[in-house]
């Protein structure tokens, strides 16, 4: 199925999905270059990493933002958003035996507009633009090895899930994206889909 008929079949949450699904399905069906970050407005993808029992969550410290994060980046002009945030996460923690959780939309987890500001990276200034950002759930053990990317991150670790409210320093993010994130992880579909990988026994 393709990611706009993912985000088409998403129920949201709350109001901010709700607005934030529809200006994201207006971008996709309004421009050809919603997949390229030369777009104001484009594609970009998280994932939520939890341990299995949910009490611990994978951050890491975000050079631009200079704050504790969740992972993610841009779709770069590819579609599979699953695959793009799954990569991400190997390539900025190095955790490669996570699982996505399946849930029923496209395993879509949540959906947010985010705003970035302008800033400089690898020495270009880079204009303030909008990520339009589908968010995935995984689940990853602690035990597996972690380190960092430098020109992306200078940290990452494995926190108690709520602490990484505390460890935000965006406040929008913080109250907006991350309490929803966690509180999310009492919902019985969701709890039931990730007991399920536990079950599986496939978490390193």
Request: aromatic share 6%.
């Amino acid at each position: 199925m393709a990611i706009e008929d993912d985000i088409a079949a998403y129920e949201p949450a709350n109001e901010q999905e709700e607005i934030d699904k529809q200006v994201i399905l207006s971008v996709l069906g309004t421009r050809e270059n919603a997949f390229s970050r030369e777009a104001l407005a484009h594609m970009a993808c998280s994932i939520w990493v939890v341990s299995p029992d949910c009490a611990q969550t994978l951050l890491v410290f975000h050079n631009i933002y200079g704050s504790w994060s969740w992972i993610g980046g841009h779709a770069d002009g590819d579609r599979d958003l699953a695959a793009v945030a799954l990569r991400e996460l190997q390539e900025e923690t190095g955790v490669s035996h996570a699982r996505m959780v399946t849930l029923p939309a496209g395993n879509i987890y949540s959906l947010e507009v985010l705003t970035v500001d302008g800033h400089e990276k690898r020495g270009k200034y880079v204009g303030s633009h909008l990520h339009l950002n589908v968010t995935y759930l995984a689940v990853a053990s602690p035990d597996e090895p972690i380190r960092i990317k430098p020109d992306e991150n200078s940290g990452a670790k494995w926190v108690p899930t709520e602490d990484a409210i505390a460890l935000s320093t965006e406040p929008w993010i913080r109250e907006r994206i991350y309490r929803k994130l966690i509180d999310k992880l009492d919902d019985p579909v969701v709890r039931a889909a990730i007991e399920e990988i536990g079950s599986q026994k496939t978490i390193r």
